[in-house]
């Protein structure tokens, strides 16, 4: 059980409110994305950027002490995100022409490295947020060592709030 005063949590959700925000900014840059791919040959998927993506995520994860997997398992969600956006304004482009965007920015050299920017921010806030994202100190006795034993305990706590509940 988590003894630590309120005060840590509310400077971990700082944190998880930071990495949300990074997050959604990320996603909001597929809008540039998309309007840099729109009406040129250039595909919506890339998978030889997005191996270079997770290469660069995998190997700054180590350098700042993040589990590589855990920094490639988030960009690839970040990644699948940026395609459903990318593909419902290609969508809402088609039905409504005169919303199509007038300008068209630089991929490679405009768009790509606001994406990159926000990389090292983003895992930075995955490292810094490890505490709040593992398991909860519950989950942690129920799966951890002694689980069976520790399970009928919560099983036995569980139904005598129940039946009081139903009293
Ligand atoms: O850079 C692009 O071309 C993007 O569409 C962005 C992005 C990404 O999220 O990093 C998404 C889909 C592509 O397959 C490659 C990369």
């Given amino acids: ?21 990074l997050t959604v900014r990320r996603i909001l840059l597929a ?31 180590r350098s700042i002490g993040l589990a590589p997997k855990d920094g490639v398992d988030f960009f690839t969600a970040q990644i699948e995100a940026a395609k459903v956006v990318q593909r419902g304004l ?29 990389t090292t921010r983003i895992l930075r806030q995955l490292k810094a947020t490890l505490g709040v994202r593992e398991p909860t100190a519950a989950c942690r006795i129920v799966t951890g060592a002694g689980a069976s034993e520790a399970n009928s305990s919560l099983i036995a706590a569980m139904a005598a709030v129940s039946s009081h509940r139903r009293r």
Avoid: M, N
Wanted: glycine share 2%.
């Fill in 1 to 21: 059980i988590d003894h630590r005063p309120p005060v840590h949590a509310a400077i971990h959700q700082d944190g998880l409110a930071r990495l949300t925000d």
């Fill in 31 to 61: 809008d540039q994305v998309a309007a840099a791919k729109y009406g040129t040959s250039r595909p919506i998927d890339d998978p030889a950027r997005e191996r270079q993506v997770l290469d660069s995520v995998a190997t700054l994860s």
């Fill in 90 to 118: 290609y969508a809402h482009w088609k039905a409504h022409p005169e919303l199509r965007p007038s300008e068209r920015p630089e991929l490679a050299t405009e768009v790509r490295p606001r994406l990159d920017l926000l």
